[in-house]
């Protein structure tokens, strides 16, 4: 391993090697009705399963009612962020939607594309570089229980 210069200091380690692509999946049920579900540990784990040492890693929610973030994963703030999408997208305010499709989950779909479908995080020596109290959840916003399947993809040497 090498390392660069970034502004006079020896900052950066480079890793050399033939860059690898591993694509998987995490399964898991959710509650709906903006469940959150901390997933840190099962995208570590698929990070540790490809040997892999620097990259990142990418976990992406198929579907349009449910998404990805990080948060200080602790019930006040999941407290906090749930009251706060029910004051900007609450559940009983009309969506145009409702009356398409007449599957009353509306809402569900305004607070996942608030939110995102993906997240990309880097690693470095085989470990995730989230913040002290930085915790990678799956926000559920569907209007019920559901399986959910959100596929992992990491890329690196």
Not at 24 to 33: Q, R, T
Not at 41 to 53: D, H, K, P, W, Y
Not at 57 to 71: D, H
Not at 104 to 110: A, I, K, L, Y
């Amino acid at each position: 391993m090498a390392t660069v210069m970034i502004n006079g200091r020896q900052k950066a380690a480079v890793r050399e090697g033939l860059m690898c692509v591993v694509t998987g999946a995490i399964e898991f049920s959710s509650g709906g009705d903006a469940d959150m579900i901390g997933i840190t540990a099962e995208v570590a784990e698929a990070v540790a399963r490809t040997g892999l040492r620097d990259g990142t890693v990418t976990v992406f929610v198929p579907g349009a009612t449910g998404a990805v973030t990080t948060l200080e994963f602790e019930p006040g703030v999941v407290h906090d962020v749930q009251e706060m999408l029910d004051q900007i997208t609450p559940p009983d305010r009309h969506y145009v939607h409702n009356d398409n499709l007449k599957d009353g989950n509306g809402h569900s779909h305004v607070r996942a594309g608030l939110v995102g479908p993906s997240l990309t995080v880097p690693f470095v020596d085989g470990r995730l570089t989230l913040g002290r109290y930085q915790t990678i959840v799956f926000c559920d916003f569907d209007a019920r229980p559901r399986d959910r399947q959100l596929v992992v993809q990491v890329m690196g040497v």
